[in-house]
T-cell receptor, first 107, second 118 residues
Framework: QKEVEQNSGPLSVPEGAIASLNCTYSDRGSQSFFWYRQYSGKSPELIMSIYSNGDKEDGRFTAQLNKASQYVSLLIRDSQPSDSATYLCAVNMRTIFGAGTRLFVKA | DTEVTQTPKHLVMGMTNKKSLKCEQHMGHRAMYWYKQKAKKPPELMFVYSYEKLSINESVPSRFSPECPNSSLLNLHLHALQPEDSALYLC?????????????????FGNGTRLTVT
């Protein structure tokens, strides 16, 4: 079992829809969880960080953490074409990245 | 603009060359990282420095040699690389390495160095 797993996609959603990205992790001792966005040819940039169970909202982005089920998700509301990128889930304990989910938002 | 600066942006080197990648941050972060990223793959951790000391080496071949001259600078010395080492090399920093060996601080990435080994 990989330490951090994501569906690599691509995930295609129409403009204005909600994009839902999911990530599971294997180490129950993990304490910090991050979502990074990476445009093609660019470096990753932090979108959200979450440390406690529940939801955390920042603008159009909501991160959800469930430590009992060992998953973390990212919701993007009112998706825009500019959201088209690869989204990387990262878990602490050596900051292991998931494989990334490619998101395409169709105008 | 990124607060982590990497130079050069692009580097082409032969298998017998010696070159260095440089990274600088002025955010007062005490942990610095080197990642390697191949096309369509996630970043792969290579090295971590915490308080200027090497804390993690992910079994990286010795042809890659990291150096942390001070808390703001991180170098990656390259020697006798192979064509399969061609990749995007990313430097990152975080406030600290976290408590108990876990990493609680998010990473701030530089723009990367695109390395091609011929």
């Amino acid at each position: 079992q990989k330490e951090v797993e994501q569906n690599s996609g691509p995930l295609s959603v129409p403009e204005g829809a909600i994009a839902s990205l999911n990530c599971t992790y294997s180490d129950r001792g993990s304490q910090s969880f991050f979502w990074y966005r990476q445009y093609s040819g660019k470096s990753p940039e932090l979108i959200m960080s979450i440390y406690s169970n529940g939801d955390k909202e920042d603008g159009r982005f909501t991160a959800q953490l469930n430590k009992a089920s060992q998953y973390v998700s990212l919701l993007i509301r009112d998706s825009q074409p500019s959201d088209s990128a690869t989204y990387l889930c990262a878990v602490n304990m050596r900051t292991i990245f998931g494989a990334g989910t490619r998101l395409f938002v169709k105008a | 603009d990124t607060e982590v600066t990497q130079t050069p942006k692009h580097l082409v080197m032969g298998m017998t060359n010696k070159k260095s990648l440089k990274c600088e941050q002025h955010m007062g972060h005490r942990a610095m990282y080197w990642y390697k990223q191949k096309a369509k793959k996630p970043p792969e951790l290579m090295f971590v420095y915490s308080y200027e000391k090497l804390s993690i080496n992910e079994s990286v071949p010795s042809r890659f040699s990291p150096e942390c001259p001070n808390s703001s600078l991180l170098n990656l010395h390259l020697h006798a690389l192979q064509p399969e080492d061609s990749a995007l090399y990313l430097c990152a920093s975080s406030q600290d390495q976290g408590v108990g060996g876990s990493y609680n601080s998010p990473l701030h990435f530089g723009n990367g160095t695109r390395l091609t080994v011929t």
